[in-house]
């Protein structure tokens, strides 16, 4: 008779301290620990872009709204190379929806939810880069020394045909693109997560998109008890009537940053010939010690790879990224942003790898 080996217990993932002032604590540079929730941060450095009132409505409703953090052009310039990165007409619907084969059923769902698999352009880079975009999620945080996310964009078009949403299984459970949560809501000490998309087109009611409610984030200690044990800890169940589901109006350049803990989601494309379109962003505290997460990092800017912090980021199926254009340059302030260039190295000549971090080495 074998014995049984012994059962031992989950290892924890190990934690690693951001290079920050402020005490974050993060194990993936995505959900953070921290001694005070982000929305019940106390201040200590003076606002930079968002106005009192905006800080008070990201606190107690969960988001905000940055107008015009990078000019309205540069939003219509992504928006250029979103359609021409996908081979796609504007002015032709029919090329919206040809047929093309899909690696997994993943793919095929992130056909219909409209992601487009490119996440080092220049143009990218560019918004990553900007100072007003990078000072308002230092107004969040509370804290200067970030790494912003390596993430793609969306350009959803009505959703038929083979971008219709019904040809997507529904599950009881988990995550649901119509309405969620970006953490796991049933525990003790919720982590502290931020995600952000800019606007690179005008928000029509038709024509879907970001979509939150605000008032369950602003009740949510007092909606929790009622709860039963076993809920669905990334969906919630909630009377509509009770706790409005909003779309918060953008426009070309507009940045809405929103907290996890606020439930969220994709409204569908219902309009005839319209899109929903933005680009991806948002910023978390640096976690430079964690040294194999930052080289992944720089190693996917200088070599136009898919990033690997998501599941979800697949590549692009016809012809990847790093076929088509070059490495994008970064300024003084995205070579820090990447993690190319420490936050302690304040003079900005040199970085972690031995080269100077505005350089576009492939």
């Not at 038929?160 to 525990?187: M, Q, S, Y």
């Not at 928000?203 to 602003?218: D, M, V």
Request: a negative charge; proline letters at 8%.
């Amino acid at each position: 008779m074998t014995t049984p080996a012994p059962h031992r217990p989950a290892r924890r993932p190990h934690l690693y301290r951001a290079a920050s002032d402020l005490p974050y604590f993060s194990a993936d540079g995505e959900s953070y620990l921290a001694q005070t929730t982000l929305r019940e941060l106390r201040k200590s450095r003076p606002l930079r872009v968002l106005s009192e009132e905006d800080f008070a409505h990201w606190q107690t409703y969960g988001y905000v709204v940055v107008r015009e953090a990078v000019p309205a052009e540069a939003a219509r310039r992504l928006l250029d190379f979103a359609w021409d990165f996908q081979g796609l007409d504007p002015e032709r619907p029919d090329t919206w929806y040809e047929d093309r084969p899909f690696r997994s059923e993943l793919d095929r769902q992130l056909h219909v939810y409209g992601f487009v698999e490119a996440y080092h352009h220049q143009l990218l880079w560019d918004s990553r880069q900007s100072q007003r975009v990078y000072d308002a999620f230092v107004d969040v945080w509370d804290c200067e020394e970030l790494w912003v996310t390596q993430d793609r964009l969306n350009l959803n078009p009505p959703n038929v045909k083979n971008r219709d949403r019904a040809l997507i299984e529904p599950t009881d459970r988990g995550f649901d693109i119509e309405l969620h949560w970006d953490i796991d809501t049933t525990l003790g000490v919720p982590p502290q997560r931020v995600q952000g998309i800019i606007a690179l087109n005008e928000t029509r009611p038709e024509s879907g998109g970001f979509q939150c409610c605000p008032e369950l984030f602003r009740r949510f200690e007092e909606w929790k008890p009622g709860q039963p044990a076993d809920r669905d800890p990334l969906r919630p169940a909630v009377d509509r009537a009770e706790y409005p589901v909003v779309r918060p109006d953008l426009r070309p350049g507009d940045l809405l940053i929103w907290n996890g803990l606020l439930a969220h989601g994709v409204a569908r494309n219902t309009s005839e010939d319209q899109v929903r379109a933005v680009q991806y962003l948002s910023m978390m505290p640096a976690l430079e010690e964690h040294e194999r997460l930052r080289r992944s990092r720089v190693d996917s800017w200088r070599h136009l790879r898919t990033p690997r912090w998501n599941r979800t980021l697949v590549g692009d199926p016809v012809r990847h990224e790093s076929e088509r254009y070059p490495t994008a340059v970064l300024n003084e302030l995205g070579g820090r942003l990447l993690g190319l260039t420490s936050w302690k190295d304040r003079d900005g000549h040199g970085s972690k790898d031995g080269e100077p971090s505005c350089a576009a080495s492939a």
